[in-house]
């Protein structure tokens, strides 16, 4: 990607194209994922802001593929974030609950179903090829279009990028069974 050679270089415009390319995107796929509990001293654009910066630091770690490659370098970037702020929400003393108040939040075996479906998708897109797993994020969590998604992961038509989302879809469900 020229814009990352760009400011690989040191280009401060390449730098601010690139925030003004993916920060958007990225704040609408955190959007609501950091939980209440975690939204005390950071929100969702502090998350993203924070990963964009670390991700702008770790330049010359990221080995880039294809366009796609580096939203997924992002994306992981914000989930450990997110995960980041939620240890620390976990550490921070909590007030004295008034027993008036109703709770009208998810029970905690709700939760923990979400919470485990979560983790199974998680670990089952880890076990696809990266290939594949770049095109089911652009298309299930960032809302990629198909054309978008073939000029994302260097596939020739958005008929071909359509053929790979649904086959590793199909593999995930296999691995993920009646889920």
Do not use: C
């Not at 415009?13 to 003004?20: D, H, M, P, V």
């Amino acid at each position: 990607m020229v814009l990352l050679d760009r400011i690989r270089v040191g280009d401060p415009a390449a730098r601010e194209q690139l925030l003004a390319r993916y920060l958007p995107i990225l704040r609408a796929w955190a959007h609501g994922r950091l939980p209440i509990n975690a939204r005390g001293f950071a929100d969702t654009d502090d998350v993203v802001q924070v990963t964009l910066l670390r991700a702008l630091r770790r330049l010359d770690k990221f080995e880039y593929r294809h366009e796609g490659a580096f939203l997924s370098y992002l994306r992981q970037g914000a989930l450990n974030t997110m995960r980041q702020e939620i240890r620390r929400a976990r550490r921070r003393p909590t007030g004295e609950l008034d027993d008036d108040i109703a709770d009208d939040s998810v029970s905690v075996v709700e939760r923990a179903i979400g919470h485990e479906a979560l983790e199974r998708y998680e670990a089952e897109l880890i076990r696809l090829s990266p290939d594949q797993r770049e095109a089911v994020i652009l298309r299930l969590e960032f809302g990629l279009g198909y054309a978008e998604i073939a000029e994302a992961v260097g596939r020739p038509s958005p008929n071909a990028a359509r053929m790979q989302v649904v086959r590793a879809l199909a593999q995930l469900a296999q691995a993920l069974g009646d889920d």
